[in-house]
């Protein structure tokens, strides 16, 4: 059987998501987490073989959890289930350890097929993507700016082109308000932009935000 994680801080995804698993007769869901310390703490205290998990987490984000269990638990297979689009965070995740990147969109039998190969070893990504990577590999795609961001400033980035002021951030991150700032700056600098309605045109014209 494999044991599965379900991570999403919106109960009725999970329950979506559980669902959707209790159709697949070698898939049993063996634990549930609505934050992103529940997930490293879940993990800690239990034995998984893989975490379903989301990108927005409260607490601590999904790309953070995917850092510190990379470290500790590399036994433990991650599988991302994202409302995010594939070019706003696959990549990224991917670099984070990540065995594998689906919207939540994707339908049922694309997400049980991957929670399978991901748990045999594999690694599970749309062709798409894997093209993309391809291309990247290969020296074909040349890389945008804004991939050279940290993926704290990345997040940041997302947050002021959706209109977030910088003390807004800053409550929502459970940062300071220089440090918003300070992250504003290095944005700006490696954007090779001037203000943050360059940030907001940039990001928009990019696909970065809905």
Known sequence: MIRVLVADDHEIVRRGVIQILDEASDIVIAGEASTGREVLQAVRENDYDVLLLD??????????????????????RILMLSMYPEKQYA????????DGYLTKDSVAAELIAAIRKVSQGGKYITLSLAEKLAATIGGDLEAEPHEMLSDREYQVTRQLAAGKSVTEIAAELSLSVKTISTYRTRIL???DLSTTAEIIRYAIERGLVE
């Open 91 to 98: 990549i990224r995740s991917l670099k984070a350890g990540a």
């Open 189 to 191: 600098e490696k954007l």
């Open 55 to 76: 990108i927005a987490m409260p607490e601590v984000s999904g790309l953070e959890v995917l850092k510190q269990l990379g470290d500790h638990n590399p036994r433990l």
